[in-house]
C-alpha cells in the first residue's frame, strides 16, 4: 500500500503568487506590452482550476514552486547572456518540469538575453493597496 500526500492550500497559493510574480515583474522587463497581450491570449503560465487538480499531490506542488522559483532567479540575474550552458540546461529542465504540468512557459533562455528599455504597462500588476488617495 502506498500513502501519498496531498499538497496544501498553501503550496497552491504559492504557486500562484509566483506566477503573479512572473506575469507582473519579470516578463514585463523582456517583451513589450503588445507581446504581454499576445501571451495573455496564448495563456502562458495561466492557471486554472484543472491544474490545481493536476497538481494536487505534496511532490507535485514542491515540484511545481521549485521550478518557478529557480525560473525566476535565473532571469532576475543582471545578465542572462552571460551564463553558462549548464544555467541554460537548468532553465530547460524546469520549463519541462511546468509542461508536464500544463503550464505553458514557452520560451527559451536566449529569449530573456536582452530587456527592454521601457516602463511596462500597469495592467499587468497587482496593486499593493486598493485606497484611492
Do not use: W
Amino acid at each position: 500500500m502506498k500513502i501519498f500526500m496531498a499538497s496544501t492550500t498553501e503550496q497552491e497559493e504559492k504557486i500562484v503568487e509566483l506566477v503573479c510574480q512572473m506575469k507582473e515583474q519579470i516578463l514585463p522587463r523582456f517583451f513589450s506590452e503588445e507581446e504581454l497581450q499576445q501571451m495573455h491570449q496564448l495563456g502562458v503560465l495561466n492557471i486554472t482550476d484543472a491544474h490545481n487538480d493536476s497538481i494536487h499531490l505534496l511532490r507535485d506542488a514542491f515540484k511545481v514552486i521549485a521550478s518557478l522559483q529557480t525560473i525566476i532567479a535565473i532571469l532576475e540575474a543582471q545578465d542572462p547572456s552571460q551564463f553558462s550552458a549548464c544555467y541554460e540546461a537548468m532553465f530547460e529542465r524546469n520549463v519541462a518540469i511546468l509542461k508536464e504540468f500544463d503550464l505553458h512557459f514557452p520560451y527559451p533562455l536566449s529569449q530573456f538575453y536582452e530587456k527592454k528599455n521601457h516602463i511596462f504597462n500597469m495592467m499587468y500588476v497587482t496593486p499593493v493597496n486598493k485606497f484611492l488617495v
